[in-house]
């Protein structure tokens, strides 16, 4: 998109950090539109990989994926070698068949605790969806329907001890808030940190939009 073209830039020209990769996490709480804003960054980048942290986690383990993240597509991004990671299947309820993930210039991962301790040696920049737990939630339920109010109520509290333990935010380098057209892009609590780190650095003059 447009809108984020200039941001885009900001990203491709970061230092890589995961071998020739520059690893960028969309974070934030389930509902809060990562996946739709992950689309539309990738779009922007040319067309970037995006993992989606939903195919490395399971219904036992939301946020028991660590090991898998490191094992499957770390580790092999950082050698420059292409990963293979095993998505799961959230109907059948079992890892389906490898898929591949190129280590191309930027590569996106979004989910729920992407930003998290574990993950973020690895990454270029950490962008956070700055919409409040309680409305994402309720976003995210109503995408769902009430089929699916079980699941959610678990996932919930999963979620709320995951980030009370380990909160990304404080870590991020820009908050994306969704707007009626586009994203507001602004800096995030690491923007003082360093220039080096911080993708708004360039384009922080710019009005959000």
């Given amino acids: 998109m447009d809108d984020l073209a200039r941001h885009a830039d ?3 020209a970061l230092p890589p950090s995961c ?36 195919d490395l986690a399971t219904h036992e383990e939301p946020f028991g994926w660590t090991g898998r993240l490191r094992e499957q597509v770390l580790l092999p991004l ?12 959230w109907t059948e309820r079992r890892f389906g068949p490898a898929r591949a993930l190129e280590p191309a210039p930027v ?25 409040d737990r309680e409305t994402s939630w309720e976003r995210g339920r109503r995408r769902d329907g009430a089929g699916l109010t079980g699941f959610w109520d678990g996932w919930t509290l999963a979620e709320e001890r995951h ?9 991020a380098d820009a908050l994306v808030r969704q707007l009626p057209e586009g994203y507001a892009w602004l800096p995030g609590p690491r923007a003082t940190a360093g220039a080096n780190r911080n993708v708004t650095y360039r384009s922080q003059a710019a009005p959000p939009y």
């Fill in 10 to 12: 900001d990203l491709a």
């Fill in 78 to 89: 950082s050698r420059g070698e292409h990963a293979h990671y095993a998505p799961y299947d």
């Fill in 163 to 171: 980030f009370a333990g380990d909160p990304s935010r404080p870590y």
């Fill in 19 to 54: 071998g020739p990769v520059r690893l960028v996490a969309v974070d934030g709480h389930a509902g809060s539109g990562k996946s739709t804003f992950a689309a539309r960054l990738a779009a922007a980048l040319g067309g970037a990989p995006v993992l989606h942290l939903d």
């Fill in 107 to 131: 590569v996106l991962v979004e989910g729920v605790g992407a930003g998290r301790r574990e993950v973020r040696p690895w990454l270029a920049a950490l962008c956070w969806m700055e919409l």
